[in-house]
Structures are given as C-alpha cells and as structure tokens.
C-alpha cells in the first residue's frame, strides 16, 4: 500500500496548513487512518487518528483545538487541517493506515506509513 504525503512548508507561528495523504487502497472504509509527527532526536508522537468508519477522532492534547483530521473516501484522501500552528509543531509529518484504531490510538507501529512531509513553523 502506498501512501502519498503532500501539503507541508514553512509558516509564521498563526499559520494553517493542510496536509494531504492519498492512499492506494481499495477502499478507506477498511482501515482507521492517523498523522504521526517526529522531530529528529524526540520520539515519534501520535497527532490525530480516525476510526474506520470515520465515526470517532482522537487527538494529541497538543493539538486539541487546533487540528482537525478528516477524510475524503471517495478520493482516498486522509486530511490535517492544522490551525494555529506554533513552532512546537514544526515536525515530519506522516499519514498511516491500519487496520486497528487501536494501533493508532495507542502509537504502535501501523500496518502501513507514508513518507512524511516537513511542516516548519517560524516565530
């Protein structure tokens, strides 16, 4: 399965962006999706997830408030909708997909990664 990031840059602290992520799959519909974010040297952290049938959203308390994650089924298509960026949020970004919420919720190794996009917030 692969997995095509797009949407990151470089913004002012106040900032939105939205990242994309489409995804080779038969159909979203089977997998719960999630955007991870890793700055280098930090662990990787869970941003925001979905469940598969698009019913439930968890979200980072980093990010509560702030970001919005969605999806376009027929477009195959998972969305961030990031608002109010601070520079803490400057990371890679990384769309996922598995078959388990849980797997996302939890911050486990999904089934399948994207290549991640660098979103770079400036003060």
């Known amino acids: 399965v692969q997995l095509q990031a797009s949407g990151g840059g470089s913004v002012q602290a106040g900032g939105s962006l939205r990242l994309s992520c489409v995804a080779a799959?038969?159909?979203?519909?089977?997998?719960?999706i999630g955007w991870f974010r890793q700055v280098p040297g930090k662990e990787r952290e869970g941003v925001a997830c979905?469940?598969?049938?698009?019913?439930?959203?968890y979200y980072a308390d980093s990010v509560k408030g702030r970001f919005t994650i969605s999806r376009d089924v027929a477009k195959r298509t998972v969305y961030l909708d990031m608002n109010s960026l601070k520079p803490e949020d400057t990371a890679v970004y990384y769309c996922?997909?598995?078959?388990?919420?849980?797997?996302?919720?939890?911050?486990?190794?999904?089934?399948?990664w994207g290549q991640g996009t660098q979103v770079t917030v400036s003060s």
């Open positions: 996922a997909l598995d078959r388990l919420l849980s797997t996302l919720v939890h911050g486990q190794d999904p089934d399948y």
């Open positions: 979905m469940s598969s049938s698009g019913g439930s959203t």
């Open positions: 799959v038969q159909s979203l519909d089977y997998y719960a």
